[in-house]
């Protein structure tokens, strides 16, 4: 009989903020504390799994792994903290940021449902204009922080997502691809399948459908004024039938087919990407290329110099600030920086993994993305053949999948 997963909330979350916290250094006036705050979380889970009569071994790969890394600090000789410590978090407030998001709202809005819609390209002169706006917007909140001395990240969330969606959709090919979205949706919300759980009078109600930065996959709000349907911006560029499910779903349909469609692509790589890009609008770029085991910096030197003649630009270079088991690299297009996931920097992982996730993703920063009806493909033909030239590549292919992470 299969022994059942054992499961301990927190169990990640506690290793990220041991990490950090180690990261900066212990003042000695707190070690005693961060010791026992280590030590009693070794001992929850030898009991949790006590009581399940299982080990560390049958928790799931990414509590595992946490496990593991509470398990291996050297309790005893910790790091003190370093004049270049990080300074305590400060809040900006700028005015107005969420109100220009509604303006833009507004605008995409009326764009998408115009009659003779167009096909919307980074070339479109309505797209370029939209452009220039909301560089402009995300330029200026970024200036003001400046002057306070902060940066965007510094914001409270409502406005720092704001400022991320901004900047986002400062890149014409994402503000190109989220209008092809929002034309596509309105006409599925519309028919009389979608509206059907809706009374007569809700019908006749105005519709609103935006995508956003949010922290949910999507919501509805079904008043006496109106219908608002807020998806995260995560979905833009979704096929049909996901997009379909999503403002069924938002329309009240019941039906578990389409939550199970919406769940499944929000696991997907292109709705992650997206995510992803979207914090990457405030990230902390200053980070040390140096890890604890890894050096990125020499790892883009020797990937660089084996697979790119040594001819690639140094993009930016820095860990995330959060170990991810799923998701363990990323490339910025608008930045041109790459993120490699903490979880790689560990005595256990092969530098032949490292640098595979490297060359992945300098791959993206060489190649670029094609564009195909105005979705972005990056993982293309051309893509996956110069993939397979890495020298290890189906080692550290089998060494991924084993993590439970397989590239993409």
């Known amino acids: ?46 009991e949790i799994c006590r009581r399940h009569h299982a080990t560390s071994n049958d928790l799931p790969a990414p509590s595992r792994r946490a496990y593991a890394y509470l398990k291996g600090i050297d309790l005893k000789h910790l790091p003190p903290p370093t004049a270049s410590a990080p300074a305590a978090a400060k809040t900006i407030r700028v005015t107005n940021v969420v109100a220009a998001c509604n303006y833009y709202h507004a605008e995409f809005a009326r764009l998408a449902t115009q009659s003779d819609a167009p096909i919307w390209t980074a070339d479109h002169p309505e797209v370029r204009r939209l452009v220039a706006a909301v560089r402009g917007h995300a330029e200026g909140i970024a200036g003001v922080c400046g002057e306070e001395g902060g940066t965007p990240a510094d914001l409270p969330t409502p406005s720092r997502r704001g400022y991320q969606w901004l900047a986002f959709l400062g890149d014409p090919d994402n503000l190109a691809l989220h209008l092809t979205t929002l034309t596509e949706v309105y006409p599925i919300a519309k028919t009389g399948a979608a509206q059907q759980m809706l009374s007569l009078a809700q019908r006749q109600l105005p519709l609103s459908i935006e995508f956003y930065a949010i922290s949910h996959l999507y919501r509805s709000c079904i008043e006496a004024d109106g219908i608002t349907i807020t998806v995260n911006e995560g979905f833009i560029g979704a096929p049909h039938p996901v997009l379909k499910a999503l403002i069924y779903t938002a329309l009240h349909h019941p039906e578990k087919q389409q939550v199970s469609q919406i769940k499944t692509y929000s696991t997907s790589d292109a709705f992650e990407e997206i995510v992803l890009a979207l914090e ?42 959060t170990l991810t088991h799923r998701k363990l690299g990323h490339y910025q ?9 903490l979880s790689l920097d560990d005595v256990a992982i092969p530098p032949y993994v490292v640098e595979f996730v490297m060359y992945h993703e300098l791959l993206h920063k060489h190649l670029g993305v094609k564009l195909v009806n105005g979705r972005r493909y990056a993982h293309t033909t051309a893509f996956r053949d110069a993939e397979r030239r890495f020298a290890q590549y189906e080692q550290a292919q089998a060494f991924l999948s084993k993590l439970g992470a397989p590239h993409r």
């Open 1 to 46: 009989m299969k022994k059942a997963t054992v499961r301990i909330k927190g169990l990640v979350s506690l290793m990220n903020d041991v990490r950090e916290r180690l990261s900066a250094g212990i003042p000695p006036e707190q070690a005693d504390d961060f010791r026992a705050e280590v030590t009693d979380g070794i001992r929850s889970v030898d």
């Open 333 to 341: 297009f608008n930045t041109d920086t790459v993120m490699l996931s």
């Open 280 to 321: 990457w609008t405030t990230a902390d770029l200053s980070i040390n290329t140096k890890g604890q085991h890894y050096d990125l910096a020499a790892i883009f030197d020797r990937v660089n110099v084996t697979y790119f003649v040594g001819a690639l630009p140094a993009p930016r270079l820095t860990w995330n600030k």
